[in-house]
């Protein structure tokens, strides 16, 4: 029994083998017309004679093949490729006109698909933990504004909930740890976590085990879970890493476990995970301010905003309770949207810069193809008085357009891999936390759906607007005189430069806002300034050995070539966030309940701090050798500080104390001027300064002031490892470049949009310059009667140049007015400018003319140039 194919599988087979089948029936109908012949011969006919009969018996040879073609093959896919290699010859006459669309497409879709997969990655895709919807960031509101929790109240959450079906706490160690007897001395970013914070996340350990119930109690031993490539570059992916001990911060811990190398929390740079080892049992609100990190998951039945009224409900009858929960209350935020705060805005802000790229391009690119049709009208009239149907010329202009567009589709791609990579390495690992950006499938659909579309979208312009003009109009028309949808064409261009308008506005404020955070007064001089961060073991380092050990350090290296000071702080202002903040009171003043008790950043220095910062001293001195050598050498105030709580008495006639590790009551020995907190955003925050001596730390930034500072690190740090070889010294850098980090994610919003903005400029002023170019072209012949009449060369420049810049007046005006509608957005990344500016909108505007009138005027030169001899003689 013969098995038949299927009806379409002998369809496509004949689409690959349809040269072959037509030769088979050129065959096969010869032979019978010969047959015919041969009969009517033997019957007495001539040869000539008995041919003609035979083909009138047989009928019509190519009918006869059409028919036979039709039912052999799939006329619409023959088709589409016969229309793909009509255009394949005729962009080969003009190679220049297919690379313009395909370099434009490329733009606008590489720019597309590159922030596309930068969203997609952090806004569209699910959380990796299972369920990651279900996961929610829980914080108090208290008068200070801190998100931290209280341990008590985490704790009382845990119990009285039932909208969660756990809430596990997590903080970063600040200072990070230290790891030894592993090569060399390393200091590793670590998160303390409680023990429910794994199974809360869903996510279990490639190696080992998490942490269990019985890390987490007091004194309980030390156990270690780390990420999968700390234990891949330190420990060589060693298997049985398992059990080993290894010494943090010069105390042995043990390796229980090891995480999967996709996991990581909030930080994609963590190194190693360790439990909290918390009493639970503790009075939390008497010994301890707040200092957690909540994270919960809801029950499967329960939703947020059920969690939400419980916890508002726990939190009122605690505030009720308890002194300390007195006027505080939660706030439940998702994870994910805890997760992309930070970049969520000017996220949507660049994907809107690149949807308005894809416009320019889309413009640009209609209007080169309806200039490319205009152009081809004759022959495409040609075409329908022979018999082409309407819809296969249709199909034949949608054909190129999306052969091109998937072709600029596929440079863009290209340009999105590089783009993603240049992303990558100018972002620092905590502004995006994601471990890595790639073009996969779902980028790569989203690719080929955007380059589909935009094939259909800019094909449809020129075929619509060349079926709209009649077959004897066309036919009528005479060598490049063709006048063919000129108003179209004009208002492609202005669209284009309305939008690129918009662009270059988004672009001016984020540029203005990174230059006036680079201008701003901070409070101290960032030039010139070293810096280093050093942590010192505590169980090598008593209270006393710090004190000696910074002392030691700072005088080391004052002895450095060219050091004109320096010093140590517990933290730096506006680069980074204080580490410590306490409630404090004012000797001879009442007490107040302990929800209205005032709180302050609590900030410890080295004499010289000030000095070597160049913070004025407002009033009073700062701390000097001789304090440090002091028992109680007095505390120093910011004016922010001064102002709001002492502003009825001298600042130096005080005293005060702050419930910081039980300070006793100080004198106020000076009033320094104000620094920003926290960011160059932040106002400065009332600050009381403290000296090491009062208050020894054994993390410290170490300050170094030089000319060229930045050829002081070698040194500096050998002159550290001379007290301490095996102590890590780790963020080397100018204080100048972690400023520059601190302001990243603005400086890269300006610098991302800033590319798309040039990016679409360019091709503006390129669809600019095509139209005025094509309509010299066009208008050869009356350019060239002008001349010859007496026109003045200038003056047919002039009106060139002048038509150029009257659209791009008018794309300007609609520009104007749209950025002052869609910009509203970019409020919140906005510093020191507003984004209704005018000297920006001036700036774009003078730029767009500068560019349109240049782009105008090589046009406006040629048509000056044309030879009116030659030009009178075509046809």
């Known amino acids: 029994m013969r098995i038949r194919a299927p009806r379409v599988v002998r369809r496509l087979v004949a689409l690959v083998t349809w040269n072959t089948r037509d030769r088979d029936m050129d065959r096969e109908m010869t032979f019978h017309l010969e047959s015919i012949a041969r009969e009517y011969v033997r019957s007495g006919m001539s040869e000539e004679d008995a041919a003609l009969a035979a083909r009138r018996r047989f009928g019509s040879v190519v009918r006869l093949k059409e028919q036979g073609h039709d039912v052999r093959s799939v006329r619409v896919i023959e088709d589409l490729v016969r229309d793909a290699r009509h255009m394949g010859r005729g962009l080969r006459r003009s190679p220049g006109f297919a690379i313009a669309v395909v370099l434009t497409l490329a733009i606008g879709i590489g720019a597309n698909t590159a922030i596309f997969s930068v969203v997609d990655q952090l806004l569209l895709r ?16 208290v008068a200070t504004g801190a998100p931290e929790v209280s341990p008590a109240n985490w704790l009382d959450w845990q119990r009285e909930s039932r909208a969660f079906r756990a809430l596990a706490a997590w903080r970063i160690a600040p200072d990070g740890v230290t790891l030894t007897g592993v090569g060399e001395p390393t200091q590793l970013n670590a998160q303390i976590v409680s023990a429910e914070f794994f199974s809360v996340l869903g996510v279990g350990p490639a190696l080992g085990r998490t942490l269990s119930e019985g890390d987490d109690r007091p004194n309980s031993p030390r156990v270690l879970v780390l990420s999968h490539r700390l234990w891949q570059q330190r420990f060589g992916g060693d298997p049985n890493v398992i059990g080993r001990l290894v010494q943090v911060n010069d105390r042995p811990a043990e390796i229980v476990g090891v995480m999967p190398a996709n996991f990581a929390f909030v930080y994609p740079d963590n190194d190693v995970w360790a439990a909290f080892r918390l009493n639970r049992n503790e009075p939390w609100r008497q010994t301890a301010g707040r200092f957690l990190h909540v994270v919960g998951r809801l029950e499967q039945r329960s939703t947020l905003a059920a969690a939400r009224t419980e916890l508002e409900a726990i939190a009122r009858r605690l505030a009720r309770e308890y002194e300390f929960n007195k006027n505080t209350s939660v706030k439940l935020v998702p994870l994910r949207e805890e997760l992309t705060g930070q970049v969520h805005t000017a996220l949507v802000a660049l994907y809107g810069a690149v949807v308005l790229l894809l416009v320019i391009a889309c413009l640009n690119v209609a209007n080169l193809l309806l200039a490319r049709s205009a152009s081809r009208r004759r022959e495409i009239a040609i075409r329908i008085s022979l018999g082409a ?11 190129e357009s999306l052969l091109l567009s998937i072709a600029g589709g596929a440079l863009g791609v290209a340009l999105a891999r590089w783009s993603l990579d240049a992303l990558l390495a100018a972002s620092p690992v905590d502004l995006l936390r994601v471990p890595g950006l790639s073009v996969d499938a779902r980028v790569l659909l989203y690719a080929l759906g955007l380059a589909l579309s935009t094939g259909v979208i800019v094909g449809l312009v020129p075929a619509v607007a060349v079926l709209r003009h009649s077959v004897v109009a066309s036919m009528r028309m005479r060598g490049s005189t063709v006048t063919h949808a000129t108003r179209v064409r004009q208002t492609l261009v202005v669209g284009q430069v309305a939008m ?54 700072v005088a080391a290296l004052r002895t450095l070539p060219g050091v004109s000071s320096a010093t ?20 001879g003043t009442a007490e107040l309940p302990i929800s209205d008790r005032p709180t302050a950043v609590i900030r410890i220095v080295m004499p010289g701090y000030f000095r070597t910062l160049r913070i004025p001293v407002l009033q009073g001195r700062e701390f000097s050798d001789a304090d440090d050598a002091s028992p109680a050498p007095g505390v120093v105030i910011n004016e922010a500080f001064a102002k709001a709580f002492l502003s009825n008495v001298e600042p130096l006639t005080v005293s005060l104390t702050v419930r910081f590790r039980e300070q006793p009551y100080a004198p106020v020995i000076g009033v320094v001027g104000d620094v920003r907190e ?64 601190s302001v990243v994610r603005e400086r890269l919003s300006a610098m991302v949009s800033g590319a798309f903005a040039l990016s679409g400029l360019l091709v503006a002023s390129l669809g600019l310059y095509a139209l005025l170019a094509f309509f010299v072209t066009e208008r050869t012949k009356e350019i060239g009667l002008r001349i010859a009449l007496g026109a003045h060369v200038s003056r047919v420049t002039r009106s060139v140049v002048g038509g150029g810049l009257r659209l791009v007046g008018i794309g300007a005006v609609v520009g104007v007015g749209l950025s002052m509608l869609l910009l509203r957005s970019l409020g919140a990344l906005l510093y020191g400018v507003t984004m209704y500016d005018p000297s920006t909108y001036m700036g774009v505007v003078t730029l767009l003319c500068a560019v349109g009138g240049l782009a105008s005027y090589v046009p406006g030169r040629r048509a000056a140039r044309v030879d009116p001899h030659v030009a009178l003689r075509q046809d």
């Open 678 to 741: 926290g960011s160059i955003r932040d106002s400065a925050q009332p600050t009381v300064f403290y000296a090491n001596r009062q208050v020894p730390q054994d993390m410290m930034t170490l300050l170094v002031r030089a000319p060229h500072a930045e050829m002081l690190a070698r040194p500096a740090v050998a002159a550290l490892h001379a007290l301490d070889p095996n102590l890590p010294v780790t963020n080397v850098r100018t204080v100048e470049s972690a400023f520059a980090e």
């Open 389 to 399: 149907g309407r819809v296969a010329i249709i199909r034949q202009l949608l054909v």
């Open 568 to 587: 140590a702080a517990s933290s730096l202002p506006v680069i980074q966030s204080p580490k410590a903040r306490a409630e404090f009171h004012v000797l």
């Open 126 to 141: 699910p959380l990796p933990y299972p369920d990651g919807d279900e996961l929610v960031k829980v914080s108090e509101v």
């Open 500 to 553: 690129t308008v918009v662009l270059l506005c988004g672009a001016g404020l984020l540029v203005r806002t990174v230059v006036g955070m680079n201008r701003a007064d901070s409070g101290f001089d960032k030039q010139d300034l070293l810096m280093m961060d050093v942590t010192l073991p505590g169980a090598r380092y008593t209270e006393e050995q710090e004190m000696a050990f910074y002392r030691q350090a």
